[in-house]
């Protein structure tokens, strides 16, 4: 595994979460787009993703597909406070790194990304860290995502 795959995957990761906004807000099937973004970046296929959404706090830990579509599109009971955030929309991600690790077939990044909003208002800043595997097909594939606000004391 090299650093750049990592890069490579974090601005198509961006890329996607930007396209399923766009499918929404062209009345397309959003859903499926979301599904098409989780299959292609996520590795659901292979078992459990360590997965921490950004705006969650009730059911804050998603390690099943299910619980990852219900953040990014919403419109499931199991996870009544997703409103999708996909579909916000977003028209740009921009990801500002602070260091990758890579040790062996697995690799972790950390940093920042900001999301800007579609229809106008104020860049979003969340920090994350993603770790990444390489899959039986040899496909890069998140296994960990921990996003979150960055802290604000009161």
Known sequence: MQE??????????????VKIGKVFLD????????????NEFYNYQEGSVLFKPTLC??????????????YFVGG?????EDHGFA????????????????IGNMGVAMGN???TPAEGGDVVKVEYSFGYTVNTEGQLKIVLHDSHLPYSPA
């Open 57 to 70: 706090s009730q059911k804050q830990f998603r390690l099943d597909f299910d619980g990852a579509l219900s």
């Open 4 to 17: 750049q795959l990592i890069l490579d995957a974090q601005q198509a990761w961006g890329q996607g979460i």
């Open 27 to 38: 009345k397309g099937d959003y859903r499926a787009a979301a599904e098409s973004h989780i």
């Open 87 to 102: 579909i916000k929309p977003w028209s740009h991600v921009e990801w500002q790194g602070v260091g990758t690790k890579i």
């Open 76 to 80: 499931n009971s199991d996870y009544p």
């Open 113 to 115: 990304y900001f999301f």
